[in-house]
């Protein structure tokens, strides 16, 4: 029977409540817009950031303090502010959404290292690779949301960060791997340890503020019961930059419009007008400002607010500004900008970008799992061999083979060597040097 931690927690003034510390092997579920334990009731309290829209009075200022919170490991409101982005910010969602759909067609496989560890033999290499590749695909086959967690953890490249937790059965094994939500978790400082923080509060100081209780990587929370993916260059902060340049612009053209989209004017009024008259004439010229229709007294004049320029100002500067943010999601894959036209070509080269830039953090991806899930089960089962399998996951090159077959020969024949090892691992083929044919 687990026992909660009966540890006093620090008061928190400024929110005026703390949650429950998680006791040890907990785990961390999600319950509504804050998450708690098993079984606890959320409290209607603990809701407040439902009522909060970060996207009110959104200022540059605003946003710089947001990031600057974030440098410190305070991210709770930057992360929320984040949410908020990726689903009014259309250049921002497209381009979110455009990423993860070739991830989530990848299939992944347990895949056997192509460089045998010394000691074994050739028979004994793949008798235990086989027995390895069935524990890996058993545990993974084992857990209910694992397309679930593998788009979470590419999420990271747009919020900078990304937590798993390992939800277990009886036996200890993976059945469940649980998304957390990035505004309830928060760091000590820049590159500090990550805290559990279910109530989201404003804090740079989580051990204060929180208590060892919460510490990922803590007795309550320990590290290896996480799969944590980190990006330096998070696509969301110059994400959330553009967004507050975009509401502006848009601000600004829709003011725009507002003078010289609808036809309007100002009328001047004739030299004489009958006494009495005033207001009858006031009130057509007036009409006839407004765009209306009407007729105006002899010898008045009309002057149409016409453009002050000749070129739309707005366009080229949106333009730009999607520009910008998509050379930052793409990872500087210019041919997104230059390929011009909506035909076959340009679809092709727009696919295969994202397709890269998909294939490129799944492989990414595969790692968190290597380390944090494949090396705790072949452990487990096979303690004391080496890993000889490990989790795979990306884009299928099997149509590219004989093109790099064909590669490697012409290098062959130049008189270039390619490592084997390099070679075994791109194509998946065991491979043995050939016996030299000596003259009889």
Same mark, same amino acid.
């Given at each position: 029977? +687990?026992?909660?931690?009966?540890?006093?927690?620090?008061?928190? +003034?400024?929110?005026?409540?703390?949650?429950?510390?998680?006791?040890?092997?907990?785990?961390?579920?999600?319950?509504?817009?804050?998450?708690?334990?098993?079984?606890?009731?959320?409290?209607?309290?603990?809701?407040?950031?439902?009522?909060?829209?970060?996207?009110?009075?959104?200022?540059?200022?605003?946003?710089?303090?947001?990031?600057?919170?974030?440098?410190?490991?305070?991210?709770?409101?930057?992360?929320?502010?984040?949410?908020?982005?990726?689903?009014?910010?259309?250049?921002?969602?497209?381009?979110?959404?455009?990423?993860?759909?070739?991830?989530?067609?990848?299939?992944?496989?347990?895949?056997?290292?192509?460089?045998?560890?010394?000691?074994?033999?050739?028979?004994?290499?793949?008798?235990?690779?086989? +027995?390895?590749?069935?524990?890996?695909?058993?545990?993974?086959?084992?857990?209910?949301?694992?397309?679930?967690?593998?788009?979470?953890?590419?999420?990271?490249?747009?919020?900078?960060?990304?937590?798993?937790?390992?939800?277990?059965?009886?036996?200890?094994?993976?059945?469940?791997?649980?998304?957390?939500?990035?505004?309830?978790?928060?760091? %000590?400082?820049?590159?500090?340890?990550?805290?559990?923080?279910?109530?989201?509060?404003?804090?740079?100081?989580?051990?204060?503020?929180?208590?060892?209780?919460?510490?990922?990587?803590?007795?309550?929370?320990?590290?290896?019961?996480?799969?944590?993916?980190?990006?330096?260059?998070?696509?969301?902060?110059?994400?959330?930059?553009?967004?507050?340049?975009?509401?502006?612009?848009?601000?600004?053209? !829709?003011?725009?419009?507002?003078?010289? $989209?609808?036809?309007? $004017?100002?009328?001047?009024?004739?030299?004489? *007008?009958?006494?009495?008259?005033?207001?009858?004439?006031?009130?057509?010229?007036?009409?006839?400002?407004?765009?209306?229709?009407?007729?105006?007294?002899?010898?008045?004049?009309?002057?149409?607010? %016409?453009?002050?320029?000749?070129?739309?100002?707005?366009?080229?500067?949106?333009?730009?500004?999607?520009?910008?943010?998509?050379?930052?999601?793409? $990872?500087?894959?210019?041919?997104?900008?230059?390929?011009?036209?909506?035909?076959?070509?340009?679809? +092709? *080269?727009?696919?295969?970008?994202?397709?890269?830039?998909?294939?490129?953090?799944?492989?990414?991806?595969?790692?968190?799992?290597?380390?944090?899930?494949?090396?705790?089960?072949?452990?487990?089962?096979?303690?004391?061999?080496?890993?000889?399998?490990?989790?795979?996951?990306?884009? !299928?090159?099997?149509?590219?083979?004989?093109?790099?077959?064909?590669? *490697?020969?012409?290098?062959?024949?130049?008189?270039?060597?390619?490592?084997?090892?390099?070679?075994?691992?791109?194509?998946?083929?065991?491979?043995?040097?050939?016996?030299?044919?000596?003259?009889?």
């Amino acid at each position: 029977m +687990k026992t909660k931690n009966t540890q006093a927690q620090p008061k928190v +003034k400024n929110i005026g409540f703390q949650a429950e510390a998680p006791a040890a092997g907990e785990v961390i579920v999600r319950g509504g817009i804050t998450a708690g334990q098993p079984g606890q009731t959320v409290n209607y309290a603990n809701k407040w950031r439902e009522n909060y829209n970060p996207m009110r009075s959104l200022s540059m200022l605003r946003a710089v303090s947001l990031l600057e919170s974030g440098e410190r490991g305070d991210t709770a409101l930057l992360q929320w502010t984040y949410r908020f982005i990726e689903r009014t910010n259309t250049t921002l969602s497209g381009l979110l959404s455009r990423c993860e759909a070739p991830l989530a067609g990848f299939d992944w496989e347990i895949k056997v290292k192509a460089v045998k560890p010394p000691g074994l033999s050739d028979a004994e290499y793949q008798a235990a690779a086989q +027995k390895q590749k069935q524990t890996l695909e058993d545990a993974y086959n084992a857990i209910d949301n694992l397309r679930e967690a593998l788009l979470h953890l590419h999420l990271a490249d747009f919020r900078g960060y990304a937590h798993l937790q390992k939800h277990r059965d009886d036996g200890g094994a993976v059945v469940h791997l649980e998304p957390l939500n990035q505004y309830c978790i928060c760091r %000590d400082g820049l590159f500090g340890d990550w805290f559990w923080n279910p109530n989201s509060l404003f804090t740079s100081s989580p051990a204060t503020f929180l208590g060892e209780a919460f510490r990922i990587g803590g007795d309550q929370l320990p590290l290896e019961d996480f799969i944590i993916r980190e990006c330096q260059r998070p696509i969301n902060r110059p994400g959330l930059i553009h967004t507050v340049r975009m509401n502006q612009c848009e601000k600004d053209w !829709d003011g725009f419009i507002e003078i010289y $989209g609808i036809p309007s $004017g100002v009328v001047e009024m004739p030299p004489i *007008v009958p006494q009495g008259k005033e207001s009858e004439y006031e009130t057509a010229a007036q009409a006839v400002a407004k765009g209306g229709s009407g007729a105006l007294p002899h010898l008045s004049k009309y002057y149409p607010n %016409d453009a002050p320029r000749g070129t739309d100002p707005f366009t080229p500067r949106l333009k730009r500004l999607d520009e910008s943010l998509i050379l930052a999601g793409t $990872g500087g894959k210019l041919t997104m900008l230059s390929e011009r036209g909506t035909g076959t070509l340009a679809g +092709k *080269v727009h696919d295969r970008t994202f397709e890269d830039i998909a294939d490129s953090r799944a492989r990414s991806i595969g790692e968190c799992f290597q380390q944090s899930f494949d090396a705790e089960i072949l452990d487990r089962a096979h303690p004391g061999e080496p890993h000889l399998v490990y989790f795979h996951f990306g884009s !299928d090159h099997s149509e590219d083979l004989k093109t790099l077959c064909d590669n *490697v020969l012409a290098l062959s024949q130049a008189g270039i060597q390619t490592d084997a090892a390099w070679l075994a691992e791109r194509t998946g083929y065991q491979l043995a040097e050939r016996p030299v044919m000596r003259d009889a």
